[in-house]
């Protein structure tokens, strides 16, 4: 990806590749879905069509970032974890506490190595210094992934304990063929039985191909040399030691290629755990947010979420944030925009009158021109309050908007009976007649109407005086 002087800001690490002009907002590319119809996608915030800032994605072939797989073992918090686990293991008595130790000390280094993945599958290859030694989530995909394993080795045990039938060895090498298609999976969904899921393991190793093979090869490699090897506890406490880094080594750049497979295939996979990521970047920020302002630290997922085309999802977070930020501006424009999107008319009426008469209660004109302009490009919005009318007329009186003026006068009324201010609402339909549109007669008119009907004694003689300003016209 080409590398520009602005960055994405909704993630501000990544570099922008769009530009709305409407929302003068930028956007990287995981914020916008890849749209086939057009170059030119729409601004998940206004539908308008982005410009683009960038080339396309740019992500090298696997075999190209084979080295780095091979060098991850060297980055410092790796090779510590690696390192201290296997020299403990390595000392442990033989005896079960030793044994049990060893076990949970192979199973905290497991959980490294499903962080490891995750990391590399959101692009993060050589930045992987945040990786811990205990990880709640990654440690129960480990947990999972041994229980469901044990399980199904379980079940061919039960079929056929002493393995004489051809079908028993062949599930039992379709059990451990699956095991790196099971672990790509649960590093992207985190359940239970979408890890078993037959469908989704043979597409993702059709998907994925020979490199599927090759990480099958470099594991089970691994595994092989864990029972010849290390399960030999003759052996000195050196070599015990050097024969576990080796296992390690191979199962972490296993995992790591495993990561960098998702990476490179995100789209067909339907990649979400983008979306844990940033999360968990926002509740960091959260933590470390002293002044209170949370403003902007629901907008990512949000996003994301609509980029998905999970709008029910994303409306509950906007609503949530409405209800307890009142004067998050940002949220309310946001739901609103969706409610347009999603052709919610109901909704859309409802929390925008509620919005508009905020803005009108504390004085954001500009907020309010600038916002109904952009919802009109969206929608059809008629305020229901008259005051948010009055306010809405008097902001569009310009050359530039007193068409979208006319408009909402059209669609609030201005004859008699239309509704309560009728004839103030006539009264500037005359005035963009006469002062933009040069439509003397048409104003003429109008205010005549006005006078006639009008019962507002102050508004009765502004017609008349601007009655009398459109006879001087005319002269």
């Given at each position: 990806m080409v590398a520009t002087n602005e960055n994405c800001k909704y993630h501000p690490t990544e570099n922008a590749c769009w530009h709305c002009s409407s929302c003068n907002v930028n956007f990287c590319d995981s914020c916008i879905p890849a749209n086939d119809d057009t170059y030119f996608p729409p601004c998940i915030l206004c539908r308008k069509?982005?410009?683009?800032?960038?080339?396309?994605?740019?992500?090298?072939?696997?075999?190209?970032?084979?080295?780095?797989?091979?060098?991850?073992?060297?980055?410092?918090?790796?090779?510590?974890?690696?390192?201290?686990?296997?020299?403990?293991?390595?000392?442990?008595?033989?005896?079960?506490?030793?044994?049990?130790?060893?076990a949970i000390l192979l199973l905290l280094l497991l959980s490294i190595y499903f962080k490891v993945l995750e990391e590399v599958a959101n692009g993060q290859l050589g930045k992987l210094s945040d990786v811990k030694w205990f990880d709640k989530e990654q440690f129960g995909a480990v947990f999972k992934l041994i229980i469901s394993s044990g399980l199904l080795f379980f079940l061919v045990n039960k079929i056929d304990p002493q393995l004489n039938s051809a079908f028993s060895y062949l599930l039992v090498a379709l059990i451990v063929f699956s095991i790196p298609a099971s672990c790509i999976i649960l590093s992207m969904e985190k359940t239970w039985f979408s890890q078993i899921n037959p469908v989704k393991i043979i597409y993702l190793i059709k998907l994925l191909g020979k490199n599927y093979i090759i990480i099958f090869l470099i594991l089970f490699s691994g595994f092989l040399y864990f029972f010849h090897f290390v399960l030999d506890f003759s052996q000195s406490e050196a070599l015990l030691f050097l024969n576990y880094t080796i296992v390690n080594y191979l199962f972490l750049v296993s995992f790591a290629?495993?990561?960098?497979?998702?990476?490179?295939?995100?789209?067909?996979?339907?990649?979400?755990?983008?979306?844990?990521?940033?999360?968990?970047?926002?509740?960091?920020?959260?933590?470390?947010?002293?002044?209170?302002?949370?403003?902007?630290?629901?907008?990512?997922?949000?996003?994301?979420?609509?980029?998905?085309?999970?709008?029910?999802?994303?409306?509950?977070?906007?609503?949530?944030?409405?209800?307890?930020?009142?004067?998050?501006?940002?949220a309310y424009e946001k739901l609103i925009l969706l409610y347009a999107f999603a052709d919610n008319q109901s909704h859309l009426e409802y929390i925008a009158n509620e919005y508009f008469s905020k803005l009108i209660e504390n004085n954001k004109r500009q907020q309010i021109l600038v916002f109904y302009k952009k919802l009109q490009s969206n929608a059809t919005f008629t305020p229901s309050e008259i005051e948010t009318v009055k306010e809405l007329v008097a902001l569009l009186h310009s050359r530039f908007d007193y068409g979208l003026a006319l408009e909402l006068l059209d669609r609030v009324g201005c004859k008699p009976n239309d509704n309560p201010q009728w004839d103030w609402m006539a009264l500037q339909k005359a005035k963009i007649n006469f002062e933009f549109l040069n439509e003397y007669s048409r104003a003429n008119d109008i205010v005549n109407t006005v006078l006639k009907r009008g019962m507002n004694q102050k508004l009765l003689s502004e017609a008349e005086a601007y009655l009398q300003l459109i006879a001087k016209s005319n002269e």
């Open positions: 069509g982005l410009r683009s800032l960038s080339v396309a994605i740019n992500i090298p072939s696997f075999w190209t970032q084979l080295s780095r797989f091979l060098l991850l073992f060297f980055q410092r918090q790796i090779l510590i974890s690696i390192l201290s686990v296997s020299l403990l293991t390595s000392l442990m008595p033989l005896n079960r506490f030793g044994q049990a130790t060893s290629m495993m990561g960098y497979l998702i990476f490179q295939h995100q789209f067909e996979l339907n990649y979400r755990a983008r979306r844990k990521r940033i999360s968990i970047e926002n509740k960091s920020a959260n933590e470390n947010n002293k002044s209170g302002d949370n403003s902007e630290q629901w907008q990512t997922e949000v996003d994301v979420y609509v980029q998905e085309g999970r709008f029910e999802d994303a409306i509950k977070i906007l609503l949530k944030v409405t209800k307890s930020h009142e004067f998050d501006y940002a």
